[in-house]
């Protein structure tokens, strides 16, 4: 689907231009110009300077950054050189090791730790082979998972599918705040499997980036599930039917027509999990101090600013390099994230699904799995949990002591409590502004059909692709001493970063919402001698109500735990800034850095994300499934 | 080739009973059509043949074979869906050679076999297209090839032509019921539209809430509906309800409802005739009827209000004393609306049904 | 379908009004960290600093109370704590904050070299800060331009290292008492595994500063040669508190560090103790000034008298803050005297003889010295831990005599030397003087670090070629 119009001759462009003012009156009209303005400035424009920007070197146009960032190892590091024997390459450079084996006397005798450490073969590859290796995993997770749900039938299934939908409640910085206590040596899982169990006879420490496939695979993998179950349910089962009627059966069959069949969603899937991974910063900052740094996100981050202040050129060439890396991925995976596929997918399940009944033996292993996935991937708010209840946590399995305390503090302390006011308002706010933005893009993308309107489409989905730190540096570089200085007062760029960062949840929904409604309902109106405006506030706009009241949930509770611009915006004025920031500051620059205080706050991020999308569902039933989906 | 016979088949989706003990003996290679209403279980039948659906009594035989536990992929039938199912993600090529592949069959017998299918087909040269770059008709020939071409041992058809134009599912029966007549496979067809099942069927079975109503071939049915439900469902026709008066041989005098009179009719399916003093359904059709009265005929005076000049006939829609009148007469016969005419019928083409 | 909206809708819409009201009202009334919110009836400080939100809260408490405050209609305090990197920004940005307040004298200095801060001229004031000291072990408390007051230390900090003694116990490794003692072989005998917690210069002004200290008690080369091992023995961390709680947890045995953190350390960690290097540390004044930017400067230094007051200064006894005050009198008071050990430890480091010690000099390549350090010690720390181990590994099984040891441990530390332009260039002294202006544009940041980077590890990796690893 080509994103530009293709008009090319001079009758074409005027035809294109007729039909423009044929269809759009003043009504859609100033939608669309609201829509299209507000994206323009605060997500084209912020973008185009940092690709402009990334291409001045001291004052002239040229590939400086470019070049000396490919050439130095620190950003990639392995160099291939061909040699005169089998296989004719070598390849040096790569850095660390996949594990370190440690040994420590400890009294009850010789304990033996594998630290897995993972390659380092500098930022780059670094950064692509961690978000390859996290989609991997997460979709041999996720698809296994999503077929074994929505094919076989087995006592508890409808729970535990739920259950295993868990880490979609936590983000991924609360996420690895939990994961990173239970995951070290002392912690839960090493407890379990190596001291009471003893089915391992090393315990296993995940660190640096390592660490990180590890935190993003467990927080993540729903993302696939989700997306291949429905597709898998939504697959026409008289395609399998027929196949089985020619004599096919059991793997040939699954082979040839199922898996097919059920690829779009599993690969919409994956190509997301493959850009969240690409644009996380909250976990490699939860273990930083280790290779875990080697990755753009926190690069650019710790590059952002020169001594005096200033955006470095380097930080800006390294957010050109990963918002390539995104878009590319996004362009692959636009078709299936657009608006109009996702409605199609969410009309939901129509047939009768194909189940079948599983033995008892396979029962027991995929409760086995399940229950395995699950302890792994509760990890996060158990670890939350205890940890916000924790009054201290030293090298042990639990705390030493559970308290009240750490969420008392999330009253007392007035800059805690600003920080959690700040982020109450500036997402309420965006959330206003997207269902108001959100209705009006929907709308015109459902109802109008001329050439061209794909690229609105295309813009407001866009966001998906752009990481945060990328907009976080966007805004640094065009925005300082403008009204909108983020220095001055962060508020105004925060709530614009939440409205755009975060709208394409409430698009989706409304146009969903858009796609079901009957044309002929708004038509009959207009038929009547209503205005299209009237007809829009008085037919269309009730009939998606709850859509724009699920989506705007949605919206909202993902504004209030967005982490890349919250931190980077509010380091630069913590006065205004959000409960992510103030969670980061006490994290690493608090006295006696407190896990604590952080826990407790998510924990509040966590219930209120509950909250909301368990309403979500509530509100649309059976169409909400595949509303978290993505 | 084979001789297909269900015996008493029985098929329940939680309470709902859809298959309510269906007997059927279908004879080999013939065109065998179940007719019926949505929702009255043909579906269901044609399914439990193909062994989609696992029967909860009963049992089916291919000729002498006991198919009834049988899984689907092992029964060489060849069913073509009603939506086709024609797999997007491969070429027509593919999509026909599938079968022929699960069977291992060699690949130039492959490439031989699914050319003669498509010359059989009229498809020629389509091998490398996607179904989304076939029309309608195109992509059903295409599920047709791909039954056909695995020698099934019958042919299941579920409503195959009902996403078709009108013309153009004139042309795909006649071409269907060709291609049968000439492979002869035994072939069981379903669907809801009553020309259509008369129009190609060796013998049909007409269905209602899981249960076959009658089995015949089109003629019989049409002329001799043993039930009120397939007079009704079959055809056009007068049906006006009566009660029996008195039997004589094979004639019987029923006195008609609303004050239309007495007549004599005879029993529509003999070995199910109605006793004295049962209630009856008279059926008449349409071109039984002839303007006039005549002694000795069964004599009514209708009023008319709507004419239809179709061609080969007019169609005079009328009613007396409430009852409406279907009545088929010559083109050039003068006959309008508004006005009152007599007609009359042989009591050899008046039918009575037992209502039971 | 009828018109209008159902009950729900209607409640929906309403709560969304009220959110955005309320959002909208909080929003621009408060006005974020921009716009004084300035009622006629009182005034508001607004001050920029680095102290901890602890100390905020206390300042806040007690000071609002005092005459002092109501003399001036002094009816809040704000405060602000953005990164010390944009603090010249914001304050000509916001351009209304009225008081600087803890930070360290280097980024004070900056301001004064930016203009920002205005000299004390006030008579009153002035008699106050004669109250102070001029100078405390060998620092200086107050700063002078063109012979005027602009900046005066209100609290004052040294710099050593905290210990986990149980832990360094529990490794078997020797109490440390000078900085060269956390450079020893022993201390990198466990190698992979890091025994001492420090951080990324970038990323802390504290560490900067010691790292500062120890060029300059050593000399720039044999300065360099040490840093190397320290950061080869440990493991560099991201900020002075993650160091910090690195050995609270006993992850490290030692961490260097800024006195407070130690002496909390002390309070709530029992254990750990903070050691101050004898003769090898230095006492820095942190400093409290009058912005030019102040729109209330009456009131400001109203602000600042109680601070240097003997009031103002019990802040400092807190359990939670731990800092050594700038008067001595304030332990005379009874708040005072219910905190020996901070009268000990403040004694101490009134004795220590610290090196001499100058602000200017270590200003002049404050830049190139934490970009060297972060290039080459830890961007690269798997090298540099790599030939280090090696190196040590060999010395303490015999492999290696004291004088062989000695001479790779200098290898493996002092200034780099490489090729620009077709000469061979070296990280002395002038040569990091001479670029330190040029790196604050970030352009030349990137290029140098890379050229360090790439020289370090084949200096690194050269190491491990010739000992044989």
């Known amino acids: 689907m080509s994103l530009l119009p293709s008009p090319f001759s001079f009758k074409d462009i005027r035809r294109w231009i007729n039909e423009i003012r044929w269809t759009i009156d003043p009504f859609i009209a100033s939608q669309l110009l609201i829509v299209v303005s507000v994206f323009l400035a605060f997500l084209i424009a912020p973008l185009i300077r940092i690709v402009y920007n990334a291409f001045i070197y001291q004052g002239t146009l040229s590939l400086a950054w470019f070049y000396s960032i490919f050439s130095d190892p620190f950003y990639i590091s392995p160099r291939i050189s061909l040699t005169n024997e089998f296989p004719y390459i070598a390849i040096e450079g790569i850095k660390g090791s996949l594990y370190k084996v440690i040994t420590r006397q400890t009294d009850s005798g010789i304990e033996t730790i594998i630290l897995l450490t993972g390659y380092d073969m500098g930022v780059i590859p670094n950064t692509i082979l961690v978000a390859i290796s996290t989609t991997v995993l997460s979709t041999i997770i996720g698809f296994v998972f999503a077929f074994i749900f929505a094919r076989y039938k087995f006592p508890g299934a409808e729970p535990l599918r739920i259950l295993l939908l868990a880490p979609l409640l936590s983000t991924p910085f609360v996420g690895a705040i939990g994961l990173k206590k239970m995951l070290t040596s002392t912690g839960v899982i090493n407890t379990l499997f190596y001291d009471i169990l003893r089915i391992l006879p090393f315990k296993i420490e995940p660190s640096g980036l390592m660490a990180v496939i590890i935190v993003q695979t467990l927080i993540f993998y729903p993302i696939v599930f989700l997306n291949a179950y429905t597709s898998i349910i939504n697959i026409d089962p008289t395609m399998e039917e027929q196949a089985e009627n020619m004599g096919a059966s059991g793997f040939y069959l699954f082979r040839t027509v199922t898996l097919p069949l059920s690829l779009p969603g599993v690969e919409a899937g994956a190509l997301l999990v493959f850009i969240l991974s690409l644009e996380d910063l909250g976990t490699p900052i939860v273990f930083r101090g280790t290779n875990a740094e080697k990755v753009l996100t926190y690069q650019i981050f710790y590059r952002l600013f020169t001594p005096t202040g200033y955006v470095t050129g380097e930080a800006t060439a390294l957010a050109m390099i990963l918002l390539t890396l995104t878009i590319v991925i996004f362009l692959v995976v636009r078709k299936y994230v657009s608006l109009r596929r996702y409605a199609m997918l969410t009309k939901g399940g129509i047939w009768r699904p194909r189940v079948r009944k599983l033995s008892l033996k396979v029962t027991i292993l995929v409760y086995i799995a399940a229950f395995f996935t699950l302890f792994m991937a509760l990890q996060p708010h158990i670890g939350v949990l205890l940890l916000a209840f924790a009054g201290e946590w030293g090298p042990t399995l639990l705390p030493g002591y559970f308290t009240l305390d750490n969420f008392l503090v999330l009253f007392s302390d007035p800059d805690v409590f600003r920080s959690i006011m700040n982020s109450l308002i500036y997402s309420s706010v965006a959330t206003l502004l997207i269902i108001l933005l959100g209705v009006s893009a929907a709308y015109i993308v459902s109802r109008i059909e001329i050439k061209g309107i794909e690229m609105l489409d295309a813009l407001v989905t866009l966001p998906i692709a752009i990481p945060g730190i990328v907009i976080a540096t966007g805004y640094f570089l065009i925005f300082l001493k403008t009204p909108l200085d983020p220095i001055v007062n962060g508020a105004y760029l925060l709530i614009i970063s939440y409205t755009i960062r975060k709208f394409p949840f409430t698009v989706r929904a409304v146009f969903s919402g858009f796609e079901q409604v009957d044309k002929a309902l708004e038509e009959s109106a207009i038929n009547l001698g209503a205005s299209r405006a009237r007809a829009f506030f008085t037919i269309s706009l009730p009939l998606v109500f709850l859509n724009v009241l699920a989506g705007g949930m949605l919206s909202f509770i993902y504004s209030m735990s967005e982490v890349s611009t919250g931190i980077v915006i509010g380091d630069a004025n913590p006065y205004t800034a959000p409960m992510t920031w103030k969670m980061y500051d006490i994290l690493f620059k608090g006295l006696t850095g407190g896990l604590f205080v952080p826990a407790a706050m998510g924990v509040i991020l966590m219930g209120l994300q509950f909250i909301m999308i368990v309403g979500a569902n509530l509100l649309l039933r059976k169409r909400a499934t595949a509303l978290i989906g993505v | ?356 | 379908m009828s018109r209008g909206l159902t009950k729900i809708q209607a409640i929906a819409i309403l709560a969304i009004i009220i959110v955005a009201g309320i959002g909208g009202y909080l929003l621009f009334s408060s006005g974020g960290g921009g716009e004084v919110s300035e009622q006629p009836e009182g005034v508001v400080l607004k001050i920029i600093t680095r102290h901890s939100s602890t100390i905020w809260s206390l300042t806040k408490e007690k000071f609002l109370q005092t005459d002092l405050a109501k003399e001036y209609n002094i009816v809040d305090l704000k405060f602000l704590g953005p990164n010390p990197v944009l603090w010249r920004q914001t304050i000509e940005s916001t351009g209304d904050i009225d008081v600087a307040w803890g930070g360290g004298p280097t980024l004070f200095d900056e301001l004064m070299k930016a203009g920002l801060l205005a000299p004390i001229t006030d008579e009153e004031t002035l008699n106050v800060v004669a109250e102070i000291p001029d100078e405390f072990g060998g620092a200086p408390l107050k700063r002078f331009s063109n012979g005027e007051i602009v900046w005066v230390a209100s609290a004052i900090s040294s710099f050593g290292f905290i210990v986990n003694e149980p832990v360094l116990e529990e490794w078997g490794l020797p109490y440390p008492e000078l900085w060269e003692d956390l450079a020893s072989p022993e201390f990198g005998q466990l190698l992979p595994k890091p025994t001492v917690a420090y951080s990324r210069p970038t990323q802390s002004t504290s560490h900067t500063r010691i790292y500062e200290i120890i060029l300059q008690k050593f000399g720039w080369e044999r300065g360099w040669a040490i840093l190397a091992r320290i950061a080869a023995n440990g493991r560099p961390y991201s900020g002075s508190v993650e160091a910090l709680s690195a050995v609270e947890s006993g992850e490290v045995a030692v961490s260097i560090g800024i006195d407070f953190y130690g002496y909390s350390a002390e309070v709530q960690f029992p254990g750990n103790k903070y050691v101050l290097p004898f003769n090898e540390s230095i006492v820095n004044g942190d400093p409290i000034a009058l912005l030019k930017t102040s729109k209330h400067p009456d009131a400001a230094l109203a602000f600042i008298r109680w601070v240097l007051s003997v009031d103002g200064q019990k802040i400092w006894l807190d359990k939670r803050v731990n800092r050594m005050p700038v008067r001595e009198d304030v332990f005379n008071t009874p708040e005072g005297k219910e905190r020996p050990d901070l009268y000990n430890n403040y004694m101490a480091t009134k004795n220590n003889i610290g090196i001499p010690f100058d602000d200017n000099l270590a200003l002049s390549y404050e830049y190139s010295m934490r970009y060297y350090f972060d290039a080459v010690f830890a961007d690269v720390h798997e090298d540099l831990v790599k030939a280090w181990s090696l190196i040590v590994s060999k010395y303490l099984k015999g492999e290696l005599t004291k004088e062989e040891f000695e001479y790779w441990a200098y290898e493996l530390g002092k200034p780099l030397t490489w090729e620009e332009n077709g000469k061979k260039v070296t990280f002395t002294m002038e040569f990091a003087q001479q670029i330190n202006d040029g790196l604050r544009s970030g352009d030349l940041v990137s290029k140098y670090q890379r050229i360090w980077r790439d020289a370090a590890v084949a200096r690194y990796n050269w190491i491990v070629q010739q000992l044989g690893g």
């Open chain 2, 1 to 356: 080739m084979v001789r297909i016979k269900t015996v008493n088949i029985v098929k329940r989706f939680g309470n709902f009973v859809a298959l309510r003990g269906v007997s059927l003996e279908i004879k080999d290679g013939e065109f065998f059509t179940i007719l019926g209403p949505s929702g009255c279980g043909k579906t269901t039948f044609l399914r439990s043949i193909a062994g989609f659906e696992r029967v909860d009594e009963g049992k089916i035989f291919f000729d002498d074979e006991d198919v009834t536990y049988l899984p689907p992929h092992k029964r060489n039938t060849g069913m073509v869906f009603q939506n086709y199912a024609l797999w997007p993600h491969m070429t027509v090529y593919d999509n026909i050679a599938y079968g022929l592949k699960v069977r291992k069959v060699p690949k130039e017998e492959i490439d031989k076999r699914v050319k003669e299918v498509l010359k059989m087909v009229h498809l020629e040269g389509m091998e490398k297209r996607t179904p989304h770059q076939l029309s309608g008709g195109q992509q059903q020939r295409v599920a047709l090839a791909r039954a056909l071409v695995i020698n099934p041992r019958v042919l299941l058809l579920d409503e195959p032509l009902s996403n078709l134009d009108a013309k153009l599912r004139l042309e795909m029966r006649a071409e269907l019921k060709r291609l049968q007549k000439q492979l002869g496979i035994t072939t069981i067809y379903v669907t809801h539209d009553q020309e259509e099942a008369m129009s190609i069927s060796d013998r049909l079975a007409v269905m209602d809430i899981g249960v076959v109503k009658q089995v015949g071939t089109p003629e019989d049915i049409y002329n001799r509906p043993s039930d009120a439900f397939v007079a009704n469902f079959i055809g056009q026709g007068t049906f006006i309800k009566g009660n029996v008066l008195e039997i004589h041989d094979d004639k019987m005098l029923i006195e008609l409802e609303s004050g239309l009179g007495k007549v004599y009719a005879v029993p529509s399916d003999p070995t199910n005739a109605p006793k004295e003093g049962e209630t009856v359904l008279v059926t008449i059709r349409p071109e039984n009827f002839e303007l006039g009265s005549r002694k000795d005929m069964n004599n009514f005076e209708i009023d008319v209000y709507h004419v239809s000049f179709l061609g080969s006939k007019k169609r005079v829609q009328a009613e007396a004393n409430g009852i409406k009148f279907l009545v088929d007469v010559d083109p050039d016969a003068v006959v309008s609306a508004g006005s009152r005419v007599k007609v009359w019928v042989d009591p050899r083409y008046t039918l009575a049904i037992r209502i039971s």
